[in-house]
């Protein structure tokens, strides 16, 4: 028989996690005005609202952080980032910042003024919000195929090229500081960008003369997928397709949280030493000195180790197959999701759960909250709430998904948490056609709404 799959490491420190009653539960999230972000992480069972910041450290990571070298300027851990960035990435140049965010506010105040256009694959929040903070458009060129959420298709974080040539064609050069390409798409469900179509997006923009920056905060999610769906590439390592991928990027920003399974973290790389010079002024104004930009040395160092585990291949395929195996138990219960499942998520269609809720109340909210009341499980909207408002015009966005996330952190949950999920939201799903009333909004703030939002139920 073969020997079935099991998790690449074992369990060497535990923290106590607490049930709660559904009436405790029901009080609590009035409380914290329907609004996830708001509730104490004590009122919550098993915690899913993201997999950013949320993994377990490994004991080399930590003995990594005592090594650290807090040096202001030329630390140690500084140059241990810097030679695994060049290692695994190829950049010569890198600004470490305190988190991915942080890299978008000193890259984009470099290269991104009002006016400009900024097209690629279903920007992440954040990254929309610097753009258009800076008066500029993100515009979207995802492949059409990543808005069925029940067709099958291997990389539907694939960026359509036409629609990438026509942004191309009908702008001028100069305003466009560059093409984002989001590896894994978080906003479209986690989802894979193929080798091919990075290659093919690499020529079409040296063709007009572009740059293009890689949004790599599940890099390795991505190297997994390809490793495992595109032709070519099943017998190449990580490292080896990391490497080509990262040929056809000019500069990257990184969210640590991710992919490098640490609490905080962040960098710029590039290729460029002019731009390098431009993006340093901005990062010692907003970050600190570019040996450590926002960061402790210890996270420094724990963020160069980081980056080898993150592309283990064994620790991916513990990783991505958890995820399948929590989609894998929705889908034989018939609960909607966005397929194929993603690397770091699990993505619901909360428009074809809950059917009966209007758009305008919030369908995927109106669900996190249901599930949450459910089980003490903390999921998160990535819909209409997200979505926020046009800036021109001030009307709600309704985007063509509408997803509650179930983002797994990585190395913290066993599989048993899975089943707990599984069985709560699958409880919920049973009885859907109960629910037909969602949320109003009380109050919100200008940009980024989600996180501040205030609530109440129809
Ligand atoms: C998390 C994330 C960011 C922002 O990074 P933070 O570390 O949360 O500031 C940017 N892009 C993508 C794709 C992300 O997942």
């Given at each position: ?107 984009f105040?470099?290269l991104v003024k009002e006016g400009d256009v900024v097209p ?11 753009i258009?903070?800076r008066k500029a458009i993100p515009i ?31 702008n001028r050069?100069e305003n466009i500081p560059f ?280």
């Open positions: 028989m073969q020997l079935p799959y099991s998790e690449s490491y074992k369990i060497k420190m535990v923290e106590t996690i607490r049930k709660s009653t559904r009436g405790e539960r029901e009080k609590w999230i009035r409380d914290a005005r329907y609004n996830l972000f708001n509730l104490n992480s004590d009122q919550v069972f098993i915690d899913l609202l993201t997999d950013s910041g949320t993994g377990a450290m490994s004991d080399i990571q930590w003995s990594e952080m005592l090594l650290g070298d807090e040096s202001y300027a030329g630390a140690r851990s500084y140059y241990k980032m810097k030679s695994a960035i060049k290692d695994i990435f190829g950049f010569d140049y890198f600004l470490p910042t305190h988190q991915g965010r942080a890299a978008e506010n000193v890259l105040s470099t690629g694959n279903s920007h992440f929040d954040t990254t929309k919000g610097h258009e903070l979207d060129c995802t492949i059409d195929e990543a808005f069925d959420t029940e067709l099958i298709h291997p990389f539907k974080g694939n960026v359509n090229l036409d629609k990438l040539e026509e942004v191309l064609k009908s050069a093409i984002v390409i989001t590896v894994t798409c978080n906003s479209s469900g986690g989802q894979p960008v193929s080798m091919k179509n990075l290659r093919d997006i690499y020529s079409l923009a040296q063709k007009y003369h572009i740059k293009v920056l890689f949004d790599a905060a599940r890099f390795a999610e991505n190297a997994y997928f390809i490793k495992k769906r595109e032709e070519g590439y099943q017998d190449k390592t990580i490292g080896e397709i990391v490497a080509e991928m990262f040929g056809y990027a000019d500069m990257m920003t990184m969210s640590c949280k991710k992919d490098a399974i640490v609490n905080i973290g962040g960098f710029i790389a590039l290729r460029d030493e002019e731009l390098f010079k431009r993006a340093s002024v901005y990062n010692i104004l907003f970050e600190g000195f570019i040996t450590y930009g926002g960061m402790s040395g210890r996270d420094l160092s724990a963020v160069a180790q980081g980056l080898y585990e993150g592309t283990d291949f064994n620790y991916l395929e513990t990783r991505i197959k958890q995820v399948e195996y929590l989609g894998g138990k929705l889908i034989d219960a018939g609960v909607p999701i966005q397929m194929p499942i993603g690397g770091h998520a699990v993505f619901v269609d909360a428009k074809r759960f809950l059917t009966k809720v209007p758009k305008e109340e919030f369908q995927a909210q109106t669900l996190a909250v249901e599930l949450y009341i459910e089980s003490g499980v903390r999921s998160v909207e990535i819909g209409t709430l997200l979505a926020d408002r046009d800036p021109v015009s001030r009307e709600n966005r309704f985007p063509d998904l509408e997803f509650l996330r179930l983002a797994i952190p990585r190395r913290v949950y066993t599989n048993n948490h899975m089943d707990v999920v599984a069985v709560a939201l699958i409880n919920v799903w049973e009885r859907r056609n109960s629910i037909t009333h969602g949320f109003k909004i009380i109050s919100e703030a200008p940009i980024l709404r989600h996180f501040t939002v205030e609530l109440d139920r129809v």
